[in-house]
């Protein structure tokens, strides 16, 4: 499946980045723009960025599964990037913080 039709990045692509990535020592949060960075990509209009985040937790789920990245990174990862979501969301909405997420963001 084409995540990105302007840099024609699909599913499998980003699997393939994410195992590199997360099997680094010190594995950034692999957000889509250091996913795409990894492929040296660079996103144009981000029109599929929500979608590359939907990707990117679905194939952490799956890569756990296979056994390739550790249940503990995987599940760690993805609770990060599900505050980052809802940090956006919040964001866009003009919603204030909670103080766990105050915590989180200060603590990045
Ligand atoms: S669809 Fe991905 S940058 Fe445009």
Do not use: W
Not at 20 to 41: C, F, S, W
Not at 80 to 99: E, S, Y
């Amino acid at each position: 499946m084409i995540v990105c039709s302007c840099t024609r990045i699909s599913d499998h692509d980003i699997e393939l980045a994410l195992l590199d990535i997360l099997n680094q020592p010190e594995a950034p949060i692999p957000t889509p723009g250091v996913v795409y960075r990894h492929m040296q990509k660079r996103m144009q209009c981000c029109g599929c960025a929500p979608l590359a985040v939907d990707v990117i937790y679905a194939r952490l789920e799956v890569l756990e599964k296979k056994g390739l990245i550790c249940p503990y990174r995987s599940f760690s990862t993805r609770e990060r990037l599900m505050r980052m979501q809802q940090q956006r969301r919040n964001q866009k909405a003009n919603v204030p913080f909670t103080a766990e997420e105050e915590d989180y963001v200060l603590a990045e």
